[in-house]
């Protein structure tokens, strides 16, 4: 009912900067959250932001001073900028959405396929 579509991923240099997208579509009501996960083979799937729709963040100790996370809630689309990438930040992220359709008017966690990053001299 909802579909998130994340781009934006590649290959960067130690140092770099990189910036991910996700944007919502479908019946929807109301979304009131979005976020940015990753994953690497062998680990858990880690939260790295997220936003609510008042505007509050939290961000992972790893990322913080490096990554912000922004949203423009008229486009449903969620961003993150990732500044002084190191190569443990290597992971796919996958982006997340907790919202109400139209149709069920029930509230629920919604997964994008992910998109790869990669940080590598």
């Known amino acids: 009912q909802v579909q998130l579509v994340e781009s934006g991923g590649g290959l960067v240099q130690p140092g770099g900067s990189l910036s991910l997208s996700c944007a919502a579509s479908g019946g929807i009501f109301r979304i009131y959250a979005m976020g940015w996960y990753r994953q690497t083979p062998g680990k858990q799937r880690e939260l790295v932001a997220a936003i609510r729709n008042g505007g509050s963040t939290n961000y992972t100790d790893s990322v913080k001073g490096r990554f912000t996370i922004s949203r423009d809630n008229a486009k449903n689309t969620v961003y993150l900028q990732m500044n002084s990438l190191k190569p443990e930040d290597t992971a796919v992220y996958y982006c997340?959405?907790?919202?109400?359709?139209?149709?069920?008017?029930?509230?629920?966690?919604?997964w994008g396929k992910g998109t790869l990053v990669t940080v590598s001299s």
């Open positions: 997340n959405a907790v919202a109400m359709t139209t149709a069920t008017l029930r509230s629920m966690d919604y």
